[in-house]
């Protein structure tokens, strides 16, 4: 029943897909989603910000800041931001290195090359043609895949498959099912570069979870992921409770939170997001305070030669953007 209403918002996403953009006075590295719902854009982004700093470069993140009041252009500033400002993953984002949100790409851009950055390294905004990618790197959770292969609202894709791949330079999957062995077939025959990676607890916190009773709760794209990850590092997840992605917490969820893990004398566990996304709001205060944020960072497979891709791209767009 839905598929009339898929096929023309994708046909209209391909078309606005293949459109000119902006040209930034940087090399632009763009992280994006093949699907709606997280598939570790963040850490992804975190990643490559280690890698261009451990090359000598001075990247800034750009991002839109899903669910903050702010369009923007501007820096984040944890101190002075919360999430009703700024958004969730930004706050994420600016723990790693300068972050700059703005609904209009360009405009943001333009304000991360006058705060310093030599390399622009965007956290979503790949379906977005305001500004020039010179790298594309689409990620993939191994284990959802793309679902049916529909584009949205008949499916998860954003875009059809192929208009997306062929824009595309890169494809990380992230995880080991084998839920996009499909898409990393067709990618190859695209000639995509394939990379592998997986996102791991910190070790010291996932030794504190080992056999533990928990409460786990999130507001994130695929919640079920995050138990999993619990359950794998031993935890005993007794209660679950999953909110939409993005959700802001009101007084009355977070009371209810502490106050059953109180009762049945559980440990609060959630995301690095949902914590971002409560932190700084008196409503949440008591939640903030209780709960536990699981963080976890990428880990490459192939990391040499990952860096060695990403670093190949940015000085064939800087010798680009000179002459």
Same mark, same amino acid.
């Given at each position: ?16 897909? =293949? ?56 820096? *984040? ?12 993953? @930004? ?6 290195? @300068? ?65 997306? &791949? ?5 494809? &990380? ?21 394939? %990379?592998?990676?997986?996102? =791991?607890?910190?070790?010291?916190? =996932?030794?504190?979870?080992?056999? $533990?009773?928990?409460?786990? %709760? ?24 999953? %909110?939409?992605?993005?959700? *802001? ?32 709001? $008196?409503? =949440?205060?008591?939640?903030?305070? $209780? ?14 030669? %990952? ?17």
């Amino acid at each position: 029943m839905l598929a009339p209403a898929a096929a023309v918002y994708g046909a209209i996403a391909a078309r606005r897909m =293949a459109r000119s953009g902006t040209r930034a006075a940087v090399p632009v590295i763009c992280i994006g989603n093949l699907t709606l719902g997280g598939a570790g854009k963040t850490p992804t982004a975190i990643q490559i910000v280690k890698l261009l700093r451990e090359a000598g470069e001075s990247p800034v993140l750009l991002t839109r800041g899903y669910g903050g009041r702010l369009a923007g252009p501007v820096r *984040v500033d944890p101190k002075q931001h919360t999430s009703a400002d700024v958004g969730d993953e @930004p706050l994420l984002l600016a723990r790693a290195a @300068p972050t700059i949100v703005s609904r209009d790409r360009a405009t943001g851009a333009s304000l991360a090359a006058r705060e310093g950055a030599s390399v622009i390294v965007m956290d979503d905004g790949f379906q977005n043609p305001a500004l020039e990618k010179d790298l594309s790197i689409l990620v993939l959770d191994a284990r959802r895949g793309i679902g049916n292969a529909c584009v949205f609202p008949a499916g998860p894709l954003r875009a059809p498959l192929d208009a997306q &791949l062929k824009r595309a330079d890169g494809l &990380l999957v992230i995880g080991g099912d084998a839920g996009a062995d499909n898409v990393v077939r067709h990618g190859r025959t695209l000639g995509l570069s394939i %990379f592998q990676g997986r996102l =791991a607890p910190a070790p010291g916190f =996932a030794m504190g979870l080992k056999e $533990r009773r928990v409460l786990a %709760f999130a507001g994130i794209g695929d919640p079920e992921k995050f138990y999993a990850t619990l359950e794998a590092l031993g935890a005993f997840v007794v209660e679950r409770r999953s %909110f939409p992605d993005h959700h *802001v917490y009101s007084r009355l969820e977070a009371a209810d939170l502490v106050n059953d893990a109180q009762r049945l004398d559980l440990a609060l566990v959630t995301t690095e997001k949902d914590a971002a996304r409560f932190a700084g709001h $008196r409503e =949440a205060s008591a939640l903030a305070a $209780r709960a536990l944020a699981l963080p976890v960072t990428l880990t490459l497979d192939e990391e040499a030669d %990952f860096h060695g891709f990403v670093m190949e791209r940015v000085s064939a767009a800087r010798d680009r953007i000179r002459s």
